[in-house]
């Protein structure tokens, strides 16, 4: 699990900034009213894409295909200049275009290489091109940028965005960090790959997610590159500066690469075997594993009190124990690979992630799945405080997007399926679905749809209950 020792959510200068993004103007459309009346007649593009939690996150009217981000950063000062160049497409005639980006200055912007106007207010940033751009167009961003990045941090404590480290840097993106180190379209519903190239002062190591490319040397600076083909949400985008030994293997089948920061060598000795054994296992119950790398960052923040599970490289703020480790390379299948389509169906990754733990327990000699659901019903696990707060299915803001439920009693819908449909049909379910929607995104009426499909049974009442009902439900 992601918290071990107080789980807290993102909340309070968060969800300000988060409002903040939306208000002055037009609300943020729904993606469904983007495409309906005229897509031929240029409009300013929409600053969100309609997510009930998160108003302000993403924008409408266009697609990224990729990101290529030019970051040059120096720790000392902590300094960054970057360049985003976005292709997308439309998906309707736009007059103007908005990214999400909090913070640093803008130098300037071109839209298919044409100067753009800039417009900033809150964390939208509006580009408008010198001429319209036609429906279903493909088209290039480019946004030139730089200043000192900011970390997020909510009323709780928790931080995320760009966040410095005893010897470096971090970039988190869950759920809004993203837009504090590049400008983008920073929702999960809109996958691209990324290439990222990252140039630090020699002596220092740039990880990100993905495979390297070549590196370079010049002038005292190092250009370190990072290339991930397969689509990724741009939380789950990352960048971590700091000393680093890299550690290389192979783990079913692709590399997996290791960065170990010097001060957590001993404690995480063990953690590239485990990226191994870990990975060998969840192959055998979700399928094969959905990308063409894997590992971890190991580094040294021990005052993050969660981790992330940031594309084929899950990043740790000190050395995790192998369950820890177990639940961020399950995300790699439920959240990475298959993208909740709005942050409501969190439940879709931590529900998942959780009862992934469970299954790894009951196979390595510790409690039964049906244990740990008990003891989260009866109140005994370390982790079931708080899990009846709210139904997993329908966080009530995004202050609780991250909150117990969706761990601990997301996962026992997971059991409740389970239960319901028995083994023979639960796992090739849970490979369906992980198969089904690779490198996508769903929703919750999908997986419901999957469950009764797979099992022609109708499972209304248990989801009701289980997954949307107020309070703590009565054991079947
Ligand atoms: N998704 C992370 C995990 O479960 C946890 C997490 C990421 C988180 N960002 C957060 C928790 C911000 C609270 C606040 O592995
Ligand atoms: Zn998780």
Redesign the pocket.
Known sequence: ???RHSL???TGALALLLTAACSGGSSASPASSDSSGDTDRPRPGARGVGDTLFPGLGNGGYDVSHYGLDLDYVPDGNHLRGTARISARTTRALSSLNLDLAGLRVRAATVDGRPAAVRRSGTELTLTPARALAARHAFTATVAYEGTPRTLT?EDG?E?GWIETEDGSAA?G??SGSMTWFPGNHHPSDKAAYDIAVTVPEGFTAVAGGEPRARRNHDGRTTFRWHSAEPMASYLATVAVGTFAVHRGEAGGVPYRVAVDPAQKRDAARVPADVARVTAWQERVFGPYPFSSTGAVVDDLPGLD????TQTRPYFGEAPDTLLLE??LA?QYF?DSVTPRRWKDIWL??GF?TYSEWLWEEDHGGRSAQRIFQDHYDGGDDQSPGIWAFPPGSPPSAAHL?DPPV?GRGAMVLHQVRRAVGDATFFPLLRAWVREHRHGNADTEQFIALCERRSGKDLGSLFDTWLYGEGKPDLP
């Open positions: 699990m992601p918290r807290r959510a993102a909510g928790s995320e988190l869950e759920p969660y981790a992330l599970e639940h961020e995300h959240g990754n931590e992630a991250l761990y």
